[in-house]
């Protein structure tokens, strides 16, 4: 059963539970209307609660069922508002935890509401390219102001109960135990003739049609790839008329919304970031090893923003570097990251100084030997770090994680400088490290499963999107980034600018195109790969435009110059006259007629070369699902996350597309970089998607 039906002194509870969050699916929507006929079967019974369970009254609908007969098989989540609306006696909802879409609008069917002050209320749907489906858009207008709700609504985020308390939304907001007080206030109006429903009420608001046109306009210009946020005040202007039409429309809207490849992206997305939490091998009860204490050696840019996010949550952190210079402006970095936060109301003083206290610094490696993990974040020179991992194995307890923050390096040879790699794993976080939602857990070829386990673990406490990678030169992100750029740059020579192929690109909805993205990063750091491909792969051809750039000092931002001109104190990126002719006058020494590209060429090439390199990841097995592939574009390389990510776009254009496509660039400029990966054929040849 996924409720509980209990009597207390004459008020029927029902108490959903279905872990974890106690969604609404089908076998709880019929438990909770058997719940509530047998209530008002019962002569004895003069009121029924509804509350949740664990930690949750309700996080709303199972979104598994979208698109599927399930979600309208009766009872539907509309036919138990129906049913509970028209309850003879009156339904008081308790709520704890969160009400949230589904949760909510089932919450705002009941005649009466309490909640917990903490409790979070939302109609979040706009994040999966939906509306609220069951009644939100109608019923939270009546009930908390048309302004009100239209801004939870469109922008779906939570808001404590407590802000909403005076508004009909909530009866009471309780401070002590809330079931108790719940079953006392149901007892309490048992005795009314007529019990208050939302639909009867009328939205409220002064100039309603000037709202509604100034919040179209605002809407509009802000989201012009989110057609949800407009549907939603769509369905929200027809709470002006009478509920059973505008309850009509918002049901044609959601449908609507719901076959859109937006939606499709969205849902896809939320699904494919809880999936990677999964590894086929390291069962979900796998032991963990605990984590009280971490250290991180390297106090630089990486290293203190790993060091953020440990003191973020709360863990002690030790930085270790070599020199006191270093540490202190580590540590003087840190600070004044919490004090800008603290300047814009993000943290309070004492939360600044409650992070900073939980800080050490120290030159000794002595001093870390009892930390239960330690993270390298020295630069990206395998030399060095086989000086820092000789050391690590010599000095730290045994049972302690060893971790790289290698954005490229082979964990495996690392894990070979110790006597413990099974204790070895890859944590490459993404700069700046303290922002940046994706971990990449480079799992090697002896990496134990509980250490696996405890490292994803955490990575759900640091509040990131962790991703399994297997061991190959960038893993999962950075190798497909590598084509990508790769593009970009045969592009340059060829004919596009820097600007074009960005602007293209996004256009398309990269949060940033790649030029800008590697002024910001660092030209260096990509020139150090590639020197590095020169002597390892020397068949493996490059523009040389950027090591040009680099020649001429021109590193990014950090110089002041890079691809674009910067000026001082702004990071806004400038054309640069010298970039372009220099990129004129390389494609005149390779021989080559610039000619003109259009921006289809570009996205194309772009975001399929990342789908050619993820085939061949997902072939090799560095990543376990195509879906996680997508899960680390969209949390750690701005991939726009309407569109699903990389491998998702593939399978809505249509593998035999892509494939079509790829054919056609390999009969041009360095046409040996479109060699179709063997598993993208095969998909395309038997008309299936990565997904599938």
Not at 61 to 76: H, K, L, N, V, W
Request: some cysteine.
């Amino acid at each position: 059963m996924t409720t509980h039906y209990e009597v207390r002194r004459g008020v029927a509870v029902i108490t959903l539970d279905h872990p974890p969050v106690n969604s609404l699916d089908h076998a709880t929507r019929r438990s909770v209307v058997d719940g509530i006929d047998r209530a008002l079967a019962d002569d004895d019974v003069v009121a029924i609660v509804i509350a949740g369970a664990g930690s949750a009254f309700s996080a709303g609908a199972d979104i598994s069922e979208f698109g599927t007969a399930m979600a309208q098989c009766e009872p539907s989540l509309h036919a138990v508002i129906r049913i509970i609306e028209n309850a003879s006696k009156p339904v008081v909802a308790a709520i704890h935890g969160v009400a949230m879409g589904g949760g909510l609008e089932l919450a705002m069917g009941c005649h009466y509401r309490m909640a917990t002050a903490t409790a979070q209320i939302a109609l979040p749907e706009v994040h999966l390219g939906l509306l609220p489906g069951a009644g939100g858009t109608q019923r939270l207008p009546r009930l908390l102001g048309l302004e009100e709700a239209l801004n939870m609504i469109v922008s779906g985020t939570s808001v404590p109960a407590g802000q909403l308390s005076g508004t009909p939304l909530f009866q009471d907001i309780v401070e002590g135990e809330l079931l108790p007080a719940a079953i006392a206030y149901a007892r309490e109006v048992a005795c009314a003739k007529v019990h208050p429903k939302a639909r009867d009420r009328v939205v409220q608001h002064e100039n309603a049609e000037g709202f509604l046109a100034y919040a179209r306009q605002a809407v509009a210009a802000a989201s012009k790839q989110h057609p949800a946020k407009a549907k939603c005040i769509d369905a929200i202007a027809a709470s002006l008329k009478p509920f059973d039409e505008g309850a009509a429309y918002e049901w044609a809207c959601f449908e609507q919304l719901q076959a859109t490849p937006e939606s499709r992206a969205l849902r896809h997305a939320f699904f494919a970031e809880r999936a990677a939490t999964r590894i086929a091998d390291v069962p979900a009860d796998t032991p963990t090893r605990r984590i009280d204490t971490v250290a991180i050696v390297g106090a630089g840019t990486m290293g203190g923003g790993i060091g953020m996010c440990f003191l973020n949550a709360g863990i002690p952190v030790t930085l270790v570097d070599t020199t006191d210079a270093a540490l202190d402006r580590g540590v003087a970095t840190i600070l004044r990251n919490y004090e800008a936060s603290a300047s814009k109301g993000k943290l309070t003083r004492e939360q600044v100084g409650q992070r900073m206290e939980l800080l050490r610094t120290t030159l000794a490696y002595n001093d870390i030997r009892d930390a239960d993990l330690v993270i390298e974040a020295v630069f990206e020179d395998i030399a060095i770090k086989q000086s820092v991992f000789h050391r690590l194995d010599e000095v730290m307890k045994p049972g302690a994680i060893l971790a790289s923050n290698t954005s490229t390096l082979d964990i495996d040879r690392i894990a070979s400088f110790t006597r413990r790699p099974q204790d070895v794993v890859g944590t490459h976080f993404f700069s700046p490290a303290n922002v940046m939602r994706l971990l990449e857990v480079v799992r090697g070829a002896q990496t134990g499963k509980d250490v696996l386990a405890t490292v994803m673990q955490l990575g759900k406490k640091l509040r990131k999107v962790a991703v399994v990678a297997g061991v190959c030169d960038g893993f999962i992100g950075n190798r497909m980034l590598e084509q990508y750029s790769r593009q970009a740059g045969l592009l340059l020579d060829e004919g596009a600018l820097p600007e074009q192929v960005d602007k293209a690109i996004e256009h398309f909805g990269f949060a940033m195109g790649p030029f800008r993205m590697i002024d910001m990063a660092g030209n260096d750091i990509a020139w150090a790969i590639r020197k590095r491909r020169y002597i390892e792969q020397p068949d493996f051809t490059y523009s040389m435009t950027g090591d040009i750039l680099c020649e001429q000092g021109r590193l990014g931002q950090k110089t002041g110059a890079g691809w674009y001109d910067y000026k001082t104190g702004d990071r806004r990126a400038y054309p640069s006259a010298q970039v372009n002719a220099m990129i004129v006058q390389h494609s005149r020494d390779l021989g080559l007629v610039r000619r003109r590209i259009a921006d289809v060429e570009i996205v194309e090439r772009l975001v399929y070369a990342l789908v050619n390199e993820g085939a061949r990841i997902l072939e090799e097995g560095i990543a376990a699902k195509a879906s996680d592939i997508d899960v680390v574009y969209l949390s750690g390389y701005g991939f726009p996350a309407y569109r699903g990510g990389p491998m998702l776009y593939a399978d809505q254009v249509g593998l035999y597309n892509v494939v079509r496509s790829m054919r056609r660039f390999a009969n041009g400029y360095h046409g040996q970089a479109w060699q179709v990966a063997p598993l993208l054929q095969r998909l395309a040849d038997a008309g299936r998607g990565f997904n599938d």
